[in-house]
């Protein structure tokens, strides 16, 4: 895969369009071993048993799946201790991904992280990066560091909160590791580990193992790139007041401020707002205490970096904050995030990862949208001075539904005014605009690299669960079809969230409460909304796609490239047009170049072959 005049092309030089599915939701948890024990977790089986293989990845393949992004955690490849890799999940994961190739899908590996860790509330990084800093990882929940699914019973009354767990980037675990792992050198300097600053010793550890990993599967001819991290975040970085909350992705529940966040887990009871997030935005509703035991996460012998680097003190017994802005300031400016912190290790990683291979394609992607990340660029901005063959892979969810597991197509509302919005085709023309918005700072800031989209999908237990009852999919339908038309509209190479290969009604994804798998008890959900025709494999350029599926007619524009002898390739189910579709071309009729179409059933696409055409193409067809 190549990237030629800032677009995804094949060896034949044909425009790529991908579309697949993230694989999968599972894979963030391991298959055995709980929060205690983290030394002896195994994730061989994620994201399915290897005599399981060949069934997933032929489904994948027959439903048109052309890339997959394949997720892996940096627990899964080195829980066990720094540089202790676990050769035998490399092992397992290197059969996966030669079957793959053998299908002929692509794959790009994403090392994936959800509020850094399993025990700060997500997954991603080994239990050690905590305890490195002298934290005890069993406490977490206790002095309020953490709100993690396993252990809210033992703290709090009732079940796990729905969508809770985007709440811990501002609980002190998961916002104290982002902000040393990206700023520890300008943030608390005087923060050592064995001997090195956080910061230098905490990246140098992710490098190494991404890098090692990629060392032992780069010979899977599947693997056409590497993501750099899933949905970073600055953690601390950027807050200009520690008194209240900031660079929050959603409000709910029992929230500290920043400082409030520091002084709990130093052992301090801290009375913090809990809030309550809608339409409007969100509000306090109470005051609730954090730590009610007093407990201090720290072993003996460590104590808080902030509280090192004189962020705050207590040595008079009362806690008391003495750089309320001390994460506001890069070098005596404001901070940018994205570009003063996660560009340069975008770069850097790029750069250690292309050791093992040169070619590699890159995929970045900014910090997770949120209604309180809105205040600086989500994206770092890219120059011709910095690394090429790059790809932003940006995420995109429909809020409204991902939160309240709601949906209507003619109701919902802007996260950017709180304005209603009401009716169909206003509601579409919303995500339209969303998706555009993304494309055009690419295009702005980002050097027009190629932009896809990867993570957008839908929560299946939407709804009050009502689908699981009735077996009735066809509002998924409606609300997978319209993400989908907006994909089109805008061109976009997209991946859906997720196919999770263990998903049940009861258990959904296996993590958090989320169920998002268009794959559950053997068979695809939904699938009328997401198993649609699209062109593959481009001799020319795309100009216009469009998909009715309710008159199964799918419309397709192309600038045909005369010099490109491959055909291209249109994946065209038999569920979408029946055995036999009708196809027409129409082509400007003056010139006498030859161009046809060959329907394949075996292989479910449609090849249009061009011998000297030149000029603009439409390709229709239908039942």
């Known amino acids: 895969m190549y990237i030629i005049d800032r677009k995804l092309k094949d060896e034949q030089g044909r425009n790529v369009l991908f579309r697949g599915c993230n694989l999968g939701g599972s894979s963030k948890n391991p298959v055995q071993g709980g929060l205690s024990s983290w030394k002896t977790v195994s994730f061989i089986g994620r994201p399915f048993p290897l005599e399981d293989a060949e069934a997933h990845l032929e489904r994948l393949r027959r439903w ?65 990066t905590l305890e490195k800093l002298g934290m005890d990882v069993d406490r977490l929940d206790a002095v309020g560091a953490a709100l993690t699914r396993e252990r809210y019973a033992e703290f709090h009354r009732g079940s796990y909160p729905r969508m809770i767990w985007p709440t811990n980037y501002n609980r002190y675990g998961a916002a104290t590791m982002f902000s040393l792992f990206f700023g520890g050198n300008t943030y608390a300097p005087e923060t050592k580990i064995d001997g090195e600053s956080a910061q230098d010793w905490l990246q140098e550890r992710y490098l190494a193992c991404m890098r090692h990993c990629y060392r032992r599967l780069k010979t899977c001819k599947a693997i056409i790139g590497w993501g750099v991290m899933n949905e970073p975040h600055p953690g601390f970085i950027g807050c200009t007041d520690l008194h209240g909350l900031e660079n ?96 340069p290790f975008m770069i850097r990683f790029t750069e250690r990862m292309r050791d093992a291979d040169e070619r590699t394609l890159i995929f970045i992607e900014g910090i997770p949208q949120g209604q309180g990340c809105t205040a600086q660029p989500n994206h770092p901005n890219w120059t011709e001075d910095n690394p090429p063959g790059i790809v932003n892979a940006f995420h995109w969810y429909d809020g409204p539904t991902l939160f309240t597991k709601f949906f209507r197509p003619w109701f ?44 957008f999908g839908l929560p299946f237990d939407m709804n009050g669960k009502s689908a699981f009852k009735t077996g009735d999919y066809r509002l998924h339908e409606e609300a997978i079809s319209m993400y989908y038309d907006a994909i089109d509209e805008n061109l976009l190479h997209a991946l859906i969230w997720n196919y999770s290969a263990d ?113 603009d193409l439409e390709i229709i067809i239908s039942r």
């Open 64 to 128: 048109g799946f052309s890339l997959i992004r394949f997720i892996i955690t940096w627990e899964a490849l080195e829980h066990a201790g720094p540089g202790v890799y676990d050769e035998s999940y490399l092992a397992y994961l290197r059969k996966i991904l030669i079957l793959m190739g053998e299908k002929g899908i692509s794959v790009f590996i994403d090392p994936h992280q959800d509020v850094w860790s399993r025990w700060t509330g997500g997954d991603g990084a080994p239990a050690w």
């Open 248 to 343: 929050y992705m959603v409000a709910a529940g029992p929230m500290p401020g920043g400082f409030q966040a520091m002084i709990a887990a130093s052992g301090h009871r801290v009375l913090a707002p809990v809030y309550s997030t809608g339409i409007l935005g969100e509000r306090i509703v109470r005051h609730e205490i954090i730590n009610p035991q007093g407990l201090s996460l720290f072993k003996e012998g460590y104590s808080c970096p902030w509280k090192q680097a004189g962020v705050w003190t207590d040595t008079q017994g009362e806690p008391q904050l003495l750089k309320p802005d001390h994460f506001a300031l890069f070098q005596d400016r404001p901070v940018c995030f994205a570009d003063d912190f996660l560009k």
């Open 412 to 455: 919902s509302f802007r996260t950017d005014t709180k304005k209603i919005i009401l009716g169909r085709r206003k509601v579409a023309a919303y995500f339209v605009e969303q998706l555009a918005r993304s494309i055009a700072w690419t295009k702005e800031k980002m050097g027009n690299m190629p932009c896809l989209l990867g993570e």
């Open 503 to 615: 998903n049940t009604h009861k258990d959904g994804d296996r993590w958090n409460g989320e169920d998002l798998s268009i794959f559950s008890r053997g068979e695809g959900r939904a699938m009328d909304g997401w198993r649609r025709p699209y062109p593959m494999a481009v001799a020319g350029e795309i100009l216009e796609l469009r998909w009715d599926r309710k008159q199964g007619l799918f419309r397709f524009r192309l600038r045909a490239d005369s010099k490109i002898s491959a055909p291209t390739e249109i994946y065209a189910p038999p569920e979408c047009f029946g055995t036999g579709p009708k196809i027409e071309i129409h082509r400007d009729a003056a010139v006498t170049a030859t161009v046809t179409a060959e329907y394949k059933p075996e292989e479910r696409r449609v090849f249009i072959r061009n011998e000297g055409y030149r000029g």
